[in-house]
């Protein structure tokens, strides 16, 4: 694990006072710097996670991408070849490895600032929530890894692995401590414009930070294990209660992106235009499946237009898109044309567009679950409220354009005109005697309604959340995500479950590897099949 990561060098040029353009500037250049404040570093280390999440950095190797292909949003477009480990699941430990030394990077960088405590006590909570956030992500793909003893540089550069289930523990502990590190702070420096998700209000990091707390204790919820189960309630009986309460707008990093040469949202550069204005090389590689496209078509839904643009099939202009392991998909020909991230649309905003941390819809639908399992209080009612918001929020999120004001759901009962309502207003009466749609028609019981409310939420995560998509069909088993037809898996469902411990990280610490892991190996919280 590097000790100074290429985004702490940019970040160490910058004052405080710099424009947000800079704040998307790289600087590779090892010999540069060696040393910068915490104030200095926050926008870079930020920016990196927004780019690791649902980016397009080295090649594509990003949470969102990896986590789009696994859980059946995208297929493999007839213009290209590859993707065999997509299509077969026969992962090697060179797949999507990146993943793995992108995020200790940038791990490193808050860790860094976590040192300057003292003179930053609140960019130092800021950096202890992202590391939760960037811990939790390489823990849900991996299981057990380094932890306690991960970060310390020279200090230790074999670290030993910590159990999955344990680390989860400290993750409340660190995200509790981090409320409190900001309840406390009294004085150092205040944080301003280098703060690129929320403009220095620490308010809204407590309520993200509660926001992490719930979408941790709801995906280690449904294990056997008597005693977790029973420190999970008590946890989320005080997470309710907390007085801060939770998020209400989608989290979004923004540190300027614009239509300028490395300074483009970085999704919308690898798989929209270049600054320059060209179609991206990587465009036409991707495609929508039929599964998800017939989630929407099925149902009536119009974020469907939102999101791709249509095909073509046999003169007919229609949606196409493609079974995982499909031998033959649709392309980009004048008979046969898949079905295309739409160009600014829901998913391709344009290139200025903030990128996601966390979706509201997630949030809403997590409370929503929380409620109708007993796990907070208020019950199917309180459930049905968050979940019909869940389904608005995403509508709101889809139809926002890439500049376009980020509202509450609270303001749509005086403001119908906001994005996105309309939509939605259509969708909900399109589907009054629908159980996928329709709250009080879905099934009962103490998990009637999660299965309602899990596809609700995957049909919002969709390209933008895909990781956490992901994480709940290997909680839930919800919805029934179709395998590659070429899948190697032995599986019931015949998918992958986990990624493999990358080979950098088996040249250099190999010994303290967990042993007798494959890419079918169950992280701790993955109880269905």
């Known amino acids: 694990m590097k000790i100074i990561s290429r985004f702490l060098l940019a970040a160490a040029l910058l004052s405080t006072a710099t424009s947000c353009e800079k704040f998307l500037d790289i600087n590779d250049n090892p010999n540069s710097a060696t040393s910068a404040t915490a104030d200095q570093i926050l926008a870079s280390a930020l920016v990196t996670t927004a780019a690791n999440y649902n980016g397009g ?57 976590q040192q300057q405590a003292a003179a930053y006590p609140n960019h130092a909570a800021i950096a202890r929530i992202m590391k939760v956030y960037n811990f939790l992500l390489l823990v849900d793909e991996y299981g057990d890894i380094p932890y306690f003893t991960a970060l310390k540089a020279a200090g230790n550069t074999t670290p030993s692995y910590d159990r999955a289930a344990d680390i989860y523990k400290d993750f409340i502990v660190q995200l509790t401590g981090a409320v409190g590190d900001i309840n406390a702070a009294t004085g150092g420096a205040a944080v301003g414009a280098e703060d690129v998700v929320f403009r220095g209000d620490m308010t809204k990091w407590k309520k993200f930070a509660n926001s992490l707390k719930l979408r941790i204790l709801l995906r280690e919820s449904q294990t056997n294990d008597a005693t977790l189960n029973a420190a999970i309630r008590t946890e989320m009986t005080a997470l309710q209660a907390a007085p801060d309460g939770f998020i209400t707008t989608d989290v979004l990093v923004q540190p300027g992106y614009s239509q300028s040469a490395n300074q483009q949202n970085p999704f919308y ?166 159980p996928k749609v329709n709250y009080d028609l879905a099934p009962t019981g103490t998990l009637g309604k999660q299965e309602v409310i899990i596809y609700q939420k995957y049909l919002a995560e969709n390209s ?66």
Do not use: C
């Open 57 to 113: 950095v080295a090649a594509g190797q990003n949470f969102n991408s990896y986590a789009s292909w696994a859980a059946g949003y995208w297929g493999k477009s007839g213009v290209v070849n590859g993707y065999a480990e997509e299509r077969t699941y026969n992962y090697t430990t060179s797949y999507y490895q990146n993943l793995w030394s992108q995020t200790y990077d940038n791990l490193n960088d808050y860790n860094l600032i």
């Open 269 to 434: 550069n690898r798989y929209g235009k270049t600054a320059g204005g060209t179609a991206s090389t990587e465009q036409l590689y991707q495609i929508p499946t039929n599964y998800i496209l017939t989630q929407y078509t099925s149902n009536n839904d119009p974020r469907v237009s939102q999101l791709y643009a249509q095909g073509l099939r046999n003169g007919t202009a229609q949606y196409v898109g493609t079974d995982l392991g499909e031998r033959s998909p649709a392309g980009n020909t004048a008979t046969l044309k898949a079905s295309f991230f739409l160009d600014g649309g829901g998913l391709l905003k344009g290139p200025n567009a903030p990128t996601a941390l966390m979706l509201l819809s997630e949030h809403l639908f997590n409370k929503a679950e929380a409620e109708t399992r007993g796990l907070f209080t208020g019950g199917d009612a309180s459930a049905k409220t968050d979940y019909q918001d869940g389904i608005k929020a995403s509508f709101m999120y889809f139809y926002r354009s890439a500049n376009g004001t980020v509202n509450t759901i609270a303001e749509t009962a005086t403001n119908s005109s906001i994005a996105g309502v309309a939509q939605y207003n259509t969708y909900i009466a399109a589907n009054t005697t629908n």
């Open 464 to 529: 933008v959340a895909s990781t956490e998509a992901w994480d709940d069909y290997r909680r839930t088993g919800l919805p029934a995500i179709p395998a590659s037809l070429e899948s190697i898996s032995t599986r019931p469902d015949k998918l992958p479950t986990r990624l493999l411990y990358p080979l950098t990280e088996i040249n250099t610490n190999q010994a303290n590897i967990p042993t007798g892991v494959d890419q079918f190996s169950k992280i701790f919280w993955d109880v269905k099949d």
